[in-house]
């Protein structure tokens, strides 16, 4: 995140390193007092009666395993809490030495611990480039957001900036149980929460106030739902009118990172989020790929997602290499950065450049981020990410401070680019589709966002990246969002948290494994077990092991959410290699919500994988005289 505080240009490349540093860098600081904070996994507790345990009593029983593994009091053991988790994980996160670590393993109800890790974090013309005006269309439709509430996950808020004006914002809904800890003129109608959770313990906020010392979370705040500010500008350029893509919904911020994010603070403001009652998570910050039960961004969103909440969080800046993804677990939107086809500087652009209205203007918009992650997705080969790609590079958005003292107002900007910057537009165009579609999981809305994604640029050929060459499924996911059709996508490919626990079981992860995730005891013989690739997604992603002479089958469902009476007819492209064939081949739907299984058989050519091909792509559509419903096809052929 330090690399993203300059001008953009210069920024994006060293944030895998300043990942290492600051890992370095904390362990070194614990071990230097011999204390290190732990992220304890456990059962839950044995309760006398059915109902849900109240809250006393999940912290008795947290307390329980501080107690009886240390010879310290009880009293100084309880100071070594740092957050009790009731929401989204069972579990607390806690100040201890290895051998207390030891001692608890063999306590009942132990599930498992590991020392928490530090993460890094990983506008304004983006509206109108991804058709969003003032108006009319999408932002008319969903009245710019209203009633939704983003939750941000970040550096804190400038809550001085005029982004964060109320001005036609509605009260926040009934439902919010949050609270704002800034001083009581500063919260509003826009910033209806604001909570700081770094240097907190026991469990609660720190009850000071997140002011935003880096400038981060200020950006990436109102870049999701922003009020719209005329005249902004930052080194001269961009001067225009700045808002957020959902601009009357509320903003609850949670202030988790300084110098990196720490574990235990990100899944204590999940927590808190949840219980809050936000809508939609944005977290523009993520580590290296791990198991998802080890990763706590993943454990946090099944929490979430569980709930009803949509999470959207980065990608990565770790490209242009192939696996090297952040935030894989198929609940999560992941979120790749692209360009805008607003020049501000690229002296090094293409001739393809033209002028229009004075400003420069790139047909060849969007591309692909050099600095956006790659998959294959290493956690789950099965799951194709990124999802998709949105705006990400030399956004402008809102500032704490002036960058070029040009600016004697508080409406200060910057440019920055990031998978930090394209995540909380995704978050913010999640809250307008969940405006318009209250009823819609998070899964639906993210079916809608994949399947209606554009797979071509400005200039109708196939999206490239920044160096000009053809962007793989890899880099792109099911392509660019395209708002306005992911308000209408005609299918919609659903999934309920349970639906989860089978693939899960699929990956081959212990029960026990699984149960920190899902929060309950899971039997896989009972549940089933299925191939990563059979969950209900919108997307496809096959391997094919040397030599793999047998067929996979593959059924996915979808829900009719367009006109009652639709037929859809299939447009396939099959990828190198392979023969596939799906039956049926066309959809008719006479109702609405109406369900239909389709079924899908992948088969390897002779010589798959063998000619020095590593990926194959294709795609999966369904045309009716309204909508395209595409689904992008990744083939990984496995040489080993
Ligand atoms: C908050 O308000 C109190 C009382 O009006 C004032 O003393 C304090 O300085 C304010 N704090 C900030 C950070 O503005
Ligand atoms: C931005 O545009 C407005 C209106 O066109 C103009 O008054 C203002 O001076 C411009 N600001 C900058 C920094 O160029
Ligand atoms: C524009 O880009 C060129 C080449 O990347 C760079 O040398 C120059 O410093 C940039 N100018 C600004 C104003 O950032
Ligand atoms: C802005 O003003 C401050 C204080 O006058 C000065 O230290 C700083 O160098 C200036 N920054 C720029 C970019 O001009
Ligand atoms: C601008 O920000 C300062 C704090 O930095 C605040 O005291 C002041 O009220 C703000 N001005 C406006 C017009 O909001
Ligand atoms: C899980 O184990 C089964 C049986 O050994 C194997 O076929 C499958 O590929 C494994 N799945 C993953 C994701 O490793
Ligand atoms: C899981 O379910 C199977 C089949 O019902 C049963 O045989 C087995 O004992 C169960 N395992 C556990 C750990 O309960
Ligand atoms: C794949 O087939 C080739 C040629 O038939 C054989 O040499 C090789 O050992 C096989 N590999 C595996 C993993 O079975
Ligand atoms: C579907 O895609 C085809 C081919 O790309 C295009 O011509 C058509 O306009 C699209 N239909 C809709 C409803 O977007």
């Given at each position: 995140m330090e690399t993203e505080k300059g001008m953009a240009l210069q920024v994006i490349y060293l944030v895998g390193l300043t990942f290492m540093f600051y890992l370095s860098?904390?362990?070194?600081?614990?071990?230097?007092?011999?204390?290190?904070?732990?992220?304890?996994?456990?059962?839950?507790?044995?309760?006398?009666?059915?109902?849900?345990?109240?809250?006393?009593?999940?912290?008795?029983?947290?307390?329980?395993?501080?107690?009886?593994?240390?010879?310290?009091?009880?009293?100084?053991?309880?100071?070594?809490?740092?957050?009790?988790?009731?929401?989204?994980?069972?579990?607390?996160?806690?100040?201890?030495?290895?051998?207390?670590?030891?001692?608890?393993?063999?306590?009942?109800?132990?599930?498992?611990?590991?020392?928490?890790?530090?993460?890094?974090?990983?506008?304004?013309?983006?509206?109108?480039?991804?058709?969003?005006?003032?108006?009319?269309?999408?932002?008319?439709?969903?009245?710019?957001?209203e009633g939704v509430i983003i939750g941000v996950l970040d550096t804190g808020v400038a809550p001085y900036h005029p982004s964060f004006s109320d001005e036609g914002v509605s009260p926040p809904p009934a439902k919010w149980k949050g609270k704002c800890d800034f001083n009581a003129t500063l919260c509003n109608k826009k910033l209806i929460g604001a909570k700081d959770f770094i240097g907190s313990s026991k469990g609660k906020p720190t009850g000071s106030a997140p002011f935003d010392q880096d400038g981060h979370g200020t950006h990436t705040s109102s870049t999701a739902a922003g009020n719209f500010v005329e005249g902004a500008s930052a080194f001269g350029v961009a001067n225009g009118t700045a808002v957020g893509?959902?601009?009357?919904?509320?903003?609850?911020?949670?202030?988790?990172?300084?110098?990196?994010?720490?574990?235990?603070?990100?899944?204590a403001a999940m927590d808190a989020a949840v219980e809050d009652g936000v809508d939609v998570l944005s977290l523009s910050l993520g580590g290296p790929s791990i198991p998802f039960y080890g990763d706590v961004i993943a454990v946090g969103a099944f929490g979430a997602t569980q709930k009803g909440i949509f999470v959207s969080c980065a990608a990565g800046n770790s490209g242009p290499y192939h696996?090297?993804?952040?935030?894989?677990?198929?609940?999560?939107?992941?979120?790749?950065?692209?360009?805008?086809?607003?020049?501000?500087?690229?002296?090094?652009?293409?001739?393809?450049?033209?002028?229009?209205?004075?400003?420069?203007?790139?047909?060849?918009?969007?591309?692909?981020?050099?600095?956006?992650?790659?998959?294959?997705?290493?956690?789950?080969?099965?799951?194709?990410k990124p999802d998709i790609i949105g705006p990400g590079v030399d956004i402008l958005a809102a500032w704490p401070v002036s960058v070029d003292n040009a600016t004697k107002s508080n409406a200060t900007f910057n440019i920055i680019s990031g998978t930090s910057m394209s995540t909380p537009h995704?978050?913010?165009?999640?809250?307008?589709?969940?405006?318009?579609?209250?009823?819609?999981?998070?899964?639906?809305?993210?079916?809608?966002?994949?399947?209606?994604?554009?797979?071509?640029?400005?200039?109708?050929?196939?999206?490239?990246?920044?160096?000009?060459?053809?962007?793989?499924?890899?880099?792109?996911?099911?392509?660019?969002?395209?708002?306005?059709?992911?308000?209408?996508?005609?299918?919609?490919?659903?999934?309920?948290?349970?639906d989860y626990i089978p693939y899960l079981c699929g990956l081959n992860y212990t029960e026990k494994e699984i149960q920190i995730i899902t929060q309950q005891k899971v039997n896989c013989s009972q549940v089933g077990v299925i191939p990563e690739a059979q969950l209900n997604y919108p997307s496809f992603s096959i391997k094919i092991g040397s030599n793999e002479s047998q067929s996979q089958y593959y059924t996915r469902t979808v829900r009719n959410v367009g006109p009652a009476s639709s037929t859809y007819n299939l447009d396939l492209l099959v990828p190198h290699k392979m023969g596939m064939s799906v039956n049926p081949e066309v959809l008719t739907f006479t109702e609405v919500n109406q369900e239909i299984t389709y079924h899908v058989e992948f088969i390897a050519e002779d010589g798959a994988g063998k000619d020095g091909v590593a990926f194959g792509q294709g795609y999966l559509r369904w045309v009716s005289d309204k909508h395209n419903v595409t689904s992008p096809i990744a083939v990984i052929f496995d040489s080993k």
């Open positions: 860098l904390a362990i070194a600081q614990e071990e230097q007092n011999n204390l290190q904070t732990y992220i304890i996994w456990v059962e839950k507790p044995v309760s006398q009666n059915s109902f849900a345990q109240s809250h006393e009593d999940l912290e008795s029983w947290y307390q329980s395993f501080l107690s009886e593994t240390s010879e310290n009091s009880n009293q100084l053991m309880k100071q070594r809490m740092v957050h009790t988790y009731r929401n989204v994980a069972i579990g607390f996160a806690a100040k201890l030495m290895p051998e207390e670590v030891k001692a608890m393993e063999k306590k009942e109800g132990f599930v498992s611990a590991h020392p928490e890790r530090i993460l890094p974090l990983q506008t304004t013309h983006s509206p109108d480039f991804l058709g969003l005006h003032q108006g009319s269309g999408l932002w008319e439709q969903t009245n710019y957001g893509m959902a601009p009357y919904a509320h903003l609850a911020i949670y202030r988790v990172c300084d110098f990196g994010c720490a574990e235990g603070d990100i899944l696996g090297s993804l952040s935030n894989e677990a198929p609940w999560i939107l992941t979120v790749g950065a692209s360009t805008t086809d607003r020049i501000l500087n690229l002296t090094s652009t293409p001739t393809s450049t033209i002028l229009f209205n004075g400003a420069a203007s790139d047909p060849l918009a969007p591309k692909v981020a050099t600095f956006s992650s790659r998959g294959p997705n290493t956690a789950s080969p099965g799951i194709l995704l978050s913010g165009i999640a809250a307008l589709l969940k405006s318009s579609h209250p009823d819609w999981s998070p899964a639906a809305i993210k079916s809608a966002i994949m399947t209606s994604a554009n797979v071509l640029n400005l200039a109708g050929l196939p999206i490239v990246d920044q160096r000009l060459n053809r962007a793989d499924v890899f880099a792109i996911g099911a392509g660019h969002v395209n708002p306005t059709k992911a308000n209408d996508p005609g299918l919609i490919y659903d999934t309920q948290p349970k």
